[in-house]
């Protein structure tokens, strides 16, 4: 944790999800394929097991914001792939 010269920020108006160190950012997955794009010399990309763990107990259906977060995730893959990146393959769990 000490050694990535970096520091981690929350911006208080990302979404939470089930987990406490999970947010939805959907701008930040463009910006990650787009580095690998740039950074790595535009390797097939696999992306595998993408989602989020529930928020909330629900007793029926209740996947709206699910649909919502895969919706934002998915949209800014394809923003990606339109910008150049190598996507080859998407899961979702």
């Not at 920020?9 to 394929?33: C, E, I, M």
Request: aromatic share 16%; net charge positive; with cysteine.
């Amino acid at each position: 944790q000490n050694d990535r010269d970096l520091i981690e920020l929350v911006d208080p108006n990302w979404p939470a999800l089930g987990s406490k160190w999970l947010y939805s950012v959907p701008w930040g997955f463009r910006r990650l394929l787009n580095f690998a794009q740039t950074q790595y010399g535009n390797p097939p990309i696999y992306v595998m097991e993408n989602g989020a763990s529930q928020k909330f107990h629900c007793t029926q259906l209740c996947d709206e914001w699910r649909i919502q977060y895969l919706k934002g995730y998915i949209n800014e893959m394809l923003k990606a792939i339109k910008d150049g990146a190598n996507i080859k393959g998407y899961t979702s769990w």
